[in-house]
């Protein structure tokens, strides 16, 4: 068991994406999170690789809670199986609560919601309001377009260097050590790029 890691949020997509590749990622992800004695923090559904990393860790023995606006409860299928789910009211509140309740943040392949949840505690750690680890798990190269933009960016002088901020990783197992070893951001005097 990881002593500092005892909640991970994971951010994943509502669908399961083309071919088998993305839904073994999550059940091989949900069983490491359950092995490592961590609780699981989602989005509540149980569609898409949501429902599937949430299915393996609840099969594997592992603990989950769910947070689910009221207006997506119906369309994503609240995910009554799981050993909590809380319903909120808006999805500012979701990200919220999912944020309080974790120590740390994985990235898996998503779509939009996937890509606004990460980019909104990547900044919040670069810009000093937490320190809690991030990784991007990477498996398969899913990410990989976006890992090239956010060099290109920081080619550009409009980021900064993303290395303190998150980590990638490129097997599912990798995830809880990596988060194990990433140290907290060094504090940003000013603002800086983004």
Same mark, same amino acid.
């Given at each position: 068991m990881t %002593? $500092?890691?005892? $909640?991970?949020?994971?951010?994943?997509?509502?669908?399961?994406? #083309?071919g088998p590749g993305y839904r073994?990622?999550?059940? #091989?992800?949900?069983?490491?999170?359950?092995?490592?004695?961590?609780?699981?923090?989602?989005?509540?559904? #149980?569609?898409g690789l949501m429902g599937v990393v949430a299915d393996a860790v609840k $099969? %594997?023995?592992?603990?989950?809670?769910?947070?689910? @606006?009221?207006?997506? *409860?119906?369309? *994503?299928?609240?995910?009554?199986?799981?050993?909590e789910l809380r319903v909120v009211d808006s999805m500012h509140a979701r990200k919220?609560?999912?944020?309080?309740? $974790?120590?740390?943040?994985?990235?898996? @392949?998503?779509?939009f919601g996937t890509l606004e949840e990460f980019f909104e505690v990547m900044t919040w750690r670069?810009?000093?309001?937490?320190?809690? @680890?991030?990784?991007?798990?990477?498996e398969g190269g899913y990410w990989d377009p976006l890992l090239r933009l956010i060099e290109h960016? #920081?080619? *550009?002088?409009?980021?900064a260097d993303p290395a303190p901020f998150y980590m990638v990783v490129?097997?599912?197992?990798?995830?809880? @050590?990596a988060l194990s070893r990433q140290p907290a951001p060094k504090k940003v005097g000013a603002v800086g790029r983004m």
């Open positions: %002593a $500092s890691i005892k $909640s991970l949020c994971v951010y994943c997509g509502a669908a399961e994406g #083309r073994d990622i999550a059940q #091989r992800l949900g069983r490491h999170i359950a092995q490592n004695q961590v609780r699981l923090i989602y989005g509540g559904g #149980r569609v $099969s %594997a023995g592992g603990q989950v809670t769910g947070v689910i @606006p009221n207006f997506l *409860e119906v369309r *994503e299928i609240g995910n009554r199986e799981i050993d919220q609560l999912m944020f309080e309740l $974790s120590d740390a943040f994985c990235m898996m @392949p998503g779509g670069q810009l000093g309001q937490h320190d809690k @680890p991030i990784v991007v798990l990477n960016g #920081r080619q *550009e002088g409009f980021m490129d097997r599912a197992e990798d995830v809880i @050590p």
